[in-house]
């Protein structure tokens, strides 16, 4: 079992960027598919990016790919989303994910599959 929080959110310009974080404890493990994901109010919960920790396998939403960047510090335990050229569509709650691998080299992309969640990190994108 993992425990996620994470951090990182906050206002910024378009066209700026912003690294979220994500720190993982519990069960410090290789074994898991992470992913970030962001919802607002007017739309539902949407995978952003994908890390599988075994086979290092990255999966990105059309919507960032070419922007942003999942990554793993796997020393300190933690997760990250670099996002870079920011729109003001990019304004969101972002939370981390987790779920324990079974087998496979890839990451699923869509919520139910996941089965750790952090508390979320709000992203605010102004003009």
């Known amino acids: 079992q993992v425990q996620l929080a994470e951090s990182g959110g906050g206002s910024v310009q378009v066209g700026g960027s912003l690294r979220l974080s994500c720190e993982i404890s519990g069960d410090s493990g290789s074994g898991y598919c992470m992913g970030w994901f962001r919802q607002t109010p007017r739309r539902e919960r949407e995978g952003v990016a994908f890390?599988?920790?075994?086979?290092?396998?990255?999966k990105y939403a059309d919507s960032v790919k070419g922007r942003s960047t999942i990554s793993r510090d796997s020393a300190k335990n933690m997760l990250y989303l670099q996002m870079n050229s920011l729109k003001r569509d990019d304004t969101a709650m972002y939370y981390c994910?987790?779920?324990?691998?079974?087998?496979?080299?890839?990451?699923?992309?869509?919520?139910?599959?996941?089965?750790?969640w952090g508390q979320g990190t709000q992203v605010t994108v102004a003009s």
């Open positions: 890390l599988n920790l075994r086979s290092q396998y990255t």
């Open positions: 994910a987790a779920v324990k691998l079974v087998f496979g080299t890839e990451c699923l992309d869509v919520r139910i599959a996941y089965d750790y």
